[in-house]
């Protein structure tokens, strides 16, 4: 499948809601962004997922959690086109099947993803790092001819201060502490206006004023963008998932979803999980 | 509405275009004393400096054309001097056919073709009587080269250690073919005993201070040119290349067209340094393409500096005017010194010579460099 036919294919019918959200080259027609169906992965007989199904809506704020081993980094791997899985099908939208695409098609498409570690360039300055990331024609001769308009530069600023790094934008990022590189990562995944973000574990080795600042940015942009948080942090995922619905994954298969107060008081959750 | 964000200056601070000022003045006044003022007089630059400061600055424009890709895009090339040597071959062809019969047999044909009995010049010697001809293929050869290696290479994902190696492989197969006397370059001996170039001596002193001042005219048109490049998105881009190129690819970029642009100017400008070479020192052989003199190229970018664009020239400079002063003086001592001097930038000037300078000033020379 190409992805330079999807924007013909895309409907024009603006969804019931969270229109401004809509994808342009994605067709969420009915309401999700991304199924996964019976997906299956395994390592040399191991199996990572087992069949695992899960839908998340346009402008959803979905937590993941589950113990180590749950399978939720393969997950993400199979749905950035990292991992094939064995069997089973991913869909971005109504259209594009993830599991035929590559990595770098997937990235085009618009699904983000944060890895745990932040791999910002350290040697650019974190204004040079939001430009890099910026969504726009990233061949050779328009780079060369690059100029930052100043419609840029504001969406750039309002990146900046939505991450909280403004007043940073000259330092090299390799000078940020780890919560602010976490931030400017978070930031560069913005600047590239993905369909669907993908964090993985974005609060992993923050202090606790790093890890509540950095709800209060995942909460600031809900409902603005389709996102997937996968986190071990208790409080955390209770700060963020608010009334909106949580997964938890056991031995790479969906156990229980739900609102985060249903989900703690389910007993087979507490008995892998949280009742530890 | 207030911008925060950093405003981008020109392509160097004023000082920094002061003193580029500054030793562009001095190097044209070279061969204008040397034209102007007889010998013997106390203002007279020999002819002999002269030339050595050319062939110096066709040294620093090959280690410019380095930087690029080795300090800026962190692909260390050992091979640089097959694209010099190209180069230079190009532009040494229509030097050769210009000799016309003036040469020692009074044929038609260069002396190396009579010596082995060829009665008419071999196919890709076609055209190569036209100067423009040739100016065209110092260009297009190590372009095309590079181009073609580059793409498979780095299609490949050949990267560091393993992609200096077969740079350096390149430059050994490339030597070993001009070696050969069947290849039609001279074998051995390559091109010399040039007479002319467009009709005019080439040793008359007008004809050294115009390539001369050429020479400097071109590497100042690169440093220029490959700072407006490194001070673009695509520089910041290259750098990313350099420090992470994985998250590059997830940002969208594909670093295969971002290292084969860079790769092939590199290559581009090397060749039109070789070609400037080849008049000022009248000979161009295969040795230029031996393993030693690509590590040497990269031993001037080290020194001086990489990923600063001046300290290569710097670099050049200095190593060559070492080496000159030393093989006159101290023959046997030269490649230890050499030896020692990288030993001494690697392990206590990893910056090269300008990263010094910029250590004692507040503000850096290079501003914004950081590298």
Known sequence: ???????????????????????????????????????????????????????????????????????????????????????GTAWFGQTMNLATMTEAQIAHAGIGRKFQRPTVFEQHTVFDNLELAM???KRVAPTLFARLTSEQAGKIEAILRLIRLNGHEARPAGLLSHGQKQWLEIGMLLMQEPQLILLDEPVAGMSDAETARTAELLNELRGKHSIMVVEHDMGFVTDIAQQGIVTVLHEGAVLAQGRMDEVQADERVIEVYLGR | MTTSYPIKQGLFTRPVWLAIAACTLLAALLPILNLAFAEGHALHVSAYTVALVGKFMCYALAALALDLVWGYTGILSLGHGVFFALGAYAHGMYLMRAIGDQGQYHSSLPDFMVFLDWKTYPWYWAFTEHFWYCMALVVLVPGVLAFVFGYFAFRSRIKGVYFSIITQAMTYAFMLLFFRNDTGFGGNNGFTDFKTILGHSITAPATRAVLFLLTLAFLLAALIGARAIVRSKLGRVLQGVRDSEARLMFLGYNPLWFKLFVWTLSAVLCGIAGALYVPQVGIINPSEMSPANSIEMVVWVAVGGRGTLLGPIVGAFTVNGLKSWFTAALPELWLFALGLLFIVVTLFLQQGMLGVLSKFKRKPVVAEEGA
């Open chain 1, 1 to 87: 499948m190409s992805i330079r036919m999807l924007p013909g294919m895309a409907s024009a019918e603006a969804g019931p809601t969270y229109s401004r959200v809509k994808g342009e080259g994605v067709d969420t027609t009915h309401g999700a962004i991304l199924y996964l169906e019976d997906i299956s992965v395994s390592f040399d007989g191991f199996k990572a997922i087992n069949k695992l199904s899960l839908d998340i809506s346009v402008g959803e704020l979905r937590c993941i959690i589950g113990p180590n081993g749950a399978g939720k980094t393969t997950m993400m791997d199979v749905i950035t086109g990292k991992t094939r899985p064995t069997s």
């Open chain 1, 135 to 137: 969504k726009m024609d």
